[in-house]
């Protein structure tokens, strides 16, 4: 089955130290872009790549990195430079350069990260 | 800056009840306007909306969108307690998508 897989699902991490949340898919989409979701509100957009090598900052970049050295891959970093990185993380995938599709996301089922 | 807001912020009903969600937004190169289910983790889509005056369905659900006034709405007749879940409304321009805080509805039995 198609889908995209999100590692690990949950993470706890002391203040100070960067961890690597993992996305892969294997649906061939080629944009792939990271939310950020608190209690009671909805995604934020942290970056999106629309083809490989090549990534956007979104509206919340600040304390985070990605990389997107592969189709099907899209890790996110959040650094301890991230002043309140305790949030549940989502992925998602979508085809792009098709108008009538670009648009519908995919989702992972999230990481949630807790920092102690 | 692009802006997506939705309201109610929450909401309770009783089976049986039919409920209307609202979605406004504002943002540039605006292409489609999207909604989404939320029930534990990750987001399932319902229905993407492209030209002001055409109604979506799918089973109960509906969704409309109206390009003049900037505004959706999501109805959902009849509802069921298996329709408890985050409702998520979503801008898409140019390559990304900008969503609302979503609203919770509850369906008591």
């Known amino acids: 089955d198609g889908g995209i897989t999100q590692s690990p699902k949950y993470l706890f991490r002391k203040e100070g130290q960067n961890v690597t949340l993992s996305c892969e898919q294997n649906?061939?989409?080629?944009?792939m872009y990271w939310y950020r979701q608190d209690p009671g509100q909805g995604l934020r957009l942290i970056y999106y790549s629309q083809i490989v090598n090549d990534f956007q900052k979104g509206d919340i970049a600040e304390g985070y990195s990605v990389s997107r050295e592969k189709k099907e891959s899209f890790p996110l970093t959040v650094t301890s430079a991230q002043k309140n990185p305790t949030a549940f993380y989502l992925c998602?995938?979508?085809?792009?350069?098709?108008?009538?599709?670009?648009?519908?996301?995919?989702f992972g089922a999230g990481s949630r990260l807790t920092v102690l | 800056e692009d802006k997506v807001v939705q309201s109610p912020l929450s909401l309770v009903v009783h089976e049986g009840d039919t409920v209307t969600l609202n979605c406004s937004y504002e943002v540039t190169n605006f292409r489609s306007l999207l909604w989404y289910k939320q029930e534990k983790k990750a987001p399932t889509f319902l229905f993407m909306l492209t030209s002001s005056g055409i109604e979506k369905k799918s089973g109960r659900l509906s969704s409309i969108l109206d390009k003049k006034e900037l505004f959706s709405i999501l109805n959902i007749t009849a509802t069921q307690t298996g329709d408890s879940a985050i409702y998520l409304c979503a801008a898409y321009n140019a390559g990304k998508s900008t969503f609302g805080d979503g609203t919770t509805l509850t369906v008591k039995p």
């Open positions: 649906l061939n989409h080629d944009a």
């Open positions: 998602a995938s979508s085809r792009a350069g098709v108008p009538s599709g670009a648009n519908v996301l995919t």
